[in-house]
C-alpha cells in the first residue's frame, strides 16, 4: 500500500514570488508520482507525472517537481506565481506495478496575494 | 464536449432517502472510478469498473452500489442515506493497463444530506 503526505494543508504566496508545495510518499514498491490541480468548482486535472526517466518533471505552465527517492518525496515548485494559479494541489502515488489506483494527499490549497 | 460528465451537479436530500449519480465519459477509455472528496478536501477512491468489471472496491459500505451498463457509464446508486456521506463526489476514466496515472474527472457532483 502507498500513502502519501502533503505538510502544508495552505500556503499564502505573493504575485510573482516562488513557491514549493512539500509532498512526501510512503511506499513498499516503486512508485508512479503525479501532481493534480483542482481550480475551484471543478474537477481534478493532471498537472505533471513522473513515471520513469529524468528525475525533473515539468508542466507547460511553468510547473516542476523533483523525484528524490531517497527522500521520498515529490515537491512542486514554480518560481514565479501567478493569480491563475490559485488552487488546491494534490499530490498523488500509484503502484508502477499495474493498477491504476490512485492514492491521493490531502491537498495545499496555494492562494496567490496581489 | 464535455469529456467525463455527471449528472447532477448538486443533490440536497433527507437522511434515509436514495439517491443516484450517474457518470458518462466519451473518451473512448475503458476504466471508470469514483472518488468521495470530504469536506476537509480529502480524496479516496470508492469504486473501479474495467469494461464494465469490478476491479477495485474498496471499504465502502454496501449501502453505495455503482453499477456500469457499459463502458462509458458508471452510475452510483446510494440507499438509505447517512448525514456522513455528504461530500462531493467525482467520477473519472481512464484506460486500463497503461498506468500513467493519467484519470479524467468530472466537475463533481456534492451531496448534502440533512
Known amino acids: 500500500a502507498q500513502s502519501v503526505t502533503q505538510l502544508d494543508s495552505q500556503v499564502p504566496v505573493f504575485e510573482e514570488a516562488p513557491v514549493e508545495l512539500r509532498c512526501n510518499y510512503s511506499?513498499?514498491?516503486?512508485?508512479?508520482l503525479f501532481w493534480y490541480v483542482q481550480y475551484p468548482n471543478q474537477g481534478l486535472q493532471l498537472l505533471l507525472k513522473y513515471l520513469s526517466g529524468s528525475t525533473l518533471v515539468k508542466s507547460i505552465n511553468g510547473f516542476e517537481a523533483e523525484f528524490n527517492k531517497s527522500q521520498t518525496s515529490f515537491h512542486l515548485r514554480k518560481p514565479s506565481v501567478h493569480i491563475s494559479d490559485t488552487a488546491e494541489y494534490f499530490c498523488a502515488v500509484s503502484s508502477s506495478f499495474g493498477n491504476e489506483k490512485l492514492t491521493f494527499g490531502t491537498g495545499t490549497r496555494l492562494t496567490i496575494i496581489p | 464536449d464535455t469529456a467525463v460528465s455527471q449528472t447532477p451537479k448538486y443533490l440536497v436530500t433527507q437522511m434515509g432517502n436514495d439517491k443516484s449519480i450517474k457518470c458518462e465519459q466519451n473518451?473512448?477509455?475503458?476504466?471508470m472510478y469514483w472518488y468521495k472528496q470530504d469536506s476537509k478536501k480529502f480524496l479516496k477512491i470508492m469504486f473501479s469498473y474495467n469494461n464494465k468489471e469490478l476491479i477495485i472496491n474498496e471499504t465502502v459500505p454496501n449501502r453505495f452500489s455503482p453499477k456500469s451498463p457499459d463502458k462509458a457509464h458508471l452510475n452510483l446508486h446510494i440507499n438509505s442515506l447517512e448525514l456522513g456521506d455528504s461530500a462531493v463526489y467525482f467520477c473519472?476514466?481512464?484506460?486500463?493497463?497503461?498506468?500513467?496515472?493519467?484519470?479524467?474527472f468530472g466537475e463533481g457532483s456534492r451531496l448534502t444530506v440533512l
Open positions: 473518451l473512448g477509455h475503458d476504466t
Open positions: 511506499s513498499s514498491v516503486s512508485v508512479y
Open positions: 473519472a476514466s481512464s484506460h486500463w493497463g497503461r498506468n500513467t496515472g493519467e484519470l479524467f
